[in-house]
């Protein structure tokens, strides 16, 4: 989640006096910005780094990857991209805004957060309409829309839902369809993120500090990119994931409300692990919005405030660590909720150690035979 918005950012001595004429709110947000922000961010970046890596780590070695992995390894893959770049962006709050490293780096930098927020968006759409049409695909019935036309309208302008024409969605639920939809949806992100390449830079303001931030010099140049930014990574998938996650829980009751009647639960419907990965992918996604909700929503209360104030810009910054949180918090999600994903997990470390003694034997056998 990118903490450079053109409207809350760049925040000078100067204008904290001039907002509230305290030194007392200036020291505390002084302190906010440079020693508790950055210390929060590290933290949370350190452990997401962690449990992404042994997110990614499981899935590959894994010899069966299924779609649901395959939805939960790209979230992964954004999260550490975009945490190779969080030591920058944490130096240059600890050093009150200023930034050492350069115009380039500034754009590159700002770009992998901003990729960030455009494919975690995209592909928890993705994975919402997934499990949608995962419960519609066990109960066998053909459905009006919401899936082929969607993942095209999803690559060109994200997250529109329409109704097409009928189809089976077991037709879109195959490995290497999945792997094309990611891929679709990371040139997409690439594409949509865009006016970050072209207004992010390394700016001098008239107080001498250099910071990285956007380079938008009119009033409505910053109303349009905010709107763009929350509504394309935001605000646009929150209704279809809403409105997928309605259907699948009115699905799963319809079923219930069907066995009860029939006094027994059909075998030809995996209920347990159906149940346990919607779960999980709800989870997931409650996260993404509890974590993204606040954010935003500052972002667009901030173009109506004419004056800011310290329980805005304190609001400001914790919705920066409840945005960041989500990459930390998304794989202990996996690894806690999915039980296959443990043992998977189990086995790949047990794998791991069985070829690290089997190495140490032959160095062994080696040694021996040499004397």
Not at 115 to 123: E, G, K, L
Not at 134 to 150: E, G, M
Not at 276 to 284: D, F, G, N, P, S
Not at 292 to 298: E, G, T
Request: hydrophobic letters at 45%; glycine letters at 2%; charged letters at 10%.
């Amino acid at each position: 989640m990118s903490e450079f918005q053109p409207s809350c950012q760049n925040s000078t001595p100067s204008l904290f006096n001039r907002s509230w004429n305290g030194w007392h709110c200036y020291q505390v947000l002084s302190a906010a910005e440079t020693i508790i922000l950055p210390s929060l961010i590290g933290i949370i970046c350190s452990t997401g780094l962690v449990g992404n890596i042994l997110i990614v780590f499981t899935v590959i070695r894994t010899q069966k990857k299924t779609i649901p992995n395959i939805y939960i390894c790209n979230p992964a893959i954004a999260d550490l991209v975009h945490i190779i770049g969080m030591p920058f962006l944490i130096h240059q709050w600890a050093r009150g805004g200023e930034w050492v490293f350069g115009s380039p780096l500034c754009t590159i930098i700002t770009s992998l957060d901003t990729c960030n927020q455009f494919t975690c968006s995209a592909i928890m759409t993705a994975m919402s309409l997934d499990r949608y049409n995962f419960h519609f695909a066990i109960k066998n019935i053909k459905l009006n829309i919401l899936s082929l036309f969607y993942y095209i309208v999803v690559i060109c302008f994200y997250w529109y839902l329409a109704l097409v024409r009928p189809f089976r969605p077991t037709h879109l639920r195959t490995r290497s369809k999945t792997i094309r939809v990611n891929l679709c949806l990371w040139v997409a992100s690439l594409i949509l993120m865009f006016p970050v390449w072209v207004y992010s830079k390394a700016i001098k303001f008239k107080d001498g500090l250099e910071s990285c931030a956007f380079d938008l010099t009119s009033p409505d140049d910053v109303l349009w990119y905010t709107l763009y930014l929350t509504m394309t990574t935001f605000f646009f998938p929150l209704p279809l994931i809403i409105i997928c996650y309605i259907l699948i829980l009115c699905y799963t009751w319809e079923m219930y409300q069907q066995n009860k009647k029939a006094g027994s639960y059909t075998t030809r419907i995996p209920r347990q692990r159906v149940m346990r990965l919607t779960k999980m992918v709800l989870a997931l996604v409650s996260v993404f919005v509890v974590s993204a909700a606040l954010f935003h929503v500052i972002q667009l209360m901030n173009l109506q405030v004419s004056q800011l104030t310290l329980t805005f810009y304190v609001s400001y910054y914790v919705s920066i660590c409840f945005s960041y949180a989500s990459s930390s918090i998304n794989p202990f999600l996996y690894i806690l909720l999915s039980g296959n994903f443990q043992k998977r997990l189990q086995w790949c470390t047990n794998m791991e150690v069985r070829m690290a003694e089997r190495d140490v034997n032959v160095i062994e056998n080696t040694l021996k035979s040499s004397f």
